[in-house]
T-cell receptor, first 114, second 116 residues
Framework: DSGVTQTPKHLITATGQRVTLRCSPR?????VYWYQQSLDQGLQFLIQ???????AKGNILERFSAQQFPDLHSELNLSSLELGDSALYFC?????????????FGPGTRLLVL | AQTVTQSQPEMSVQEAETVTLSCTYD???????LFWYKQPPSRQMILVIR??????QNATENRFSVNFQKAAKSFSLKISDSQLGDAAMYFC?????????????FGTGTSLTVIP
């Protein structure tokens, strides 16, 4: 158990819908990352937050948005869902903005868009 | 942006044998960190080993060791005495040690099969 929690574990929805994925980082970790992993694909970095502020942006679609709240949990919002958005979405956290510390990954949320 | 390349999409190894997974990266920075992650069929991402670029000594964690060649920008993972539980997807990752918003850059992964 990495200490990072993600809810829900599984999500099935229809095209055009909107969903929210939630992540609680490890206690004390200020930095949160979101990744998308499609079937048999590598990890695509979406976005990073540090202590409530957006700090890095990767290949995140305009239909997707995220935020980190004062209690440090983070939410990833996916809207106007398409079939191609079906994937495993990981949240990871690390203690600081930069440094030697690894990221600790949550178990992921499996999203299926029908 | 930095790039991480894993040129071996699939590898296989006999149980109890040794296998080496390759990783190269492209960066103009001198200070950074490198990581190997394992993703078993459960899809959970697990840290295997990490290396600080300023350290010349190769990192070792039990049966896992790395061969870090800074000049060649190479960071390979050696798994000794392979076990069935080592079967997984392995990802190499890079992180800058300076600047802000230091995201992790991941390779595309190597799928390792362990043959009994």
């Amino acid at each position: 158990d990495s200490g990072v929690t993600q809810t829900p574990k599984h999500l099935i929805t229809a095209t055009g819908q909107r969903v929210t994925l939630r992540c609680s980082p490890r206690s004390g970790d200020l930095s949160v990352y979101w990744y998308q992993q499609s079937l048999d694909q590598g990890l695509q970095f979406l976005i990073q937050y540090y202590n409530g502020e957006e700090r890095a942006k990767g290949n995140i679609l305009e239909r997707f948005s995220a935020q980190q709240f004062p209690d440090l949990h983070s939410e990833l919002n996916l809207s106007s869902l398409e079939l191609g958005d079906s994937a495993l979405y990981f949240c990871a956290s690390s203690p600081r903005l930069a440094g030697y510390e690894t990221q600790y990954f949550g178990p992921g949320t499996r999203l299926l868009v029908l | 942006a930095q790039t991480v390349t894993q040129s071996q999409p699939e590898m296989s190894v006999q149980e109890a044998e040794t296998v080496t997974l390759s990783c190269t990266y492209d960066t103009s920075e001198s200070d950074y960190y490198l990581f190997w992650y394992k993703q078993p069929p459960s899809r959970q991402m697990i840290l295997v080993i990490r290396q600080e670029a300023y350290k010349q000594q190769n990192a070792t964690e039990n049966r896992f060791s790395v061969n870090f060649q800074k000049a060649a920008k190479s960071f390979s993972l050696k798994i000794s005495d392979s076990q069935l539980g080592d079967a997984a997807m392995y990802f190499c990752a890079y992180r800058s040690a300076s600047g802000v918003g230091n995201q992790f850059y991941f390779g595309t992964g190597t799928s390792l099969t362990v043959i009994p």
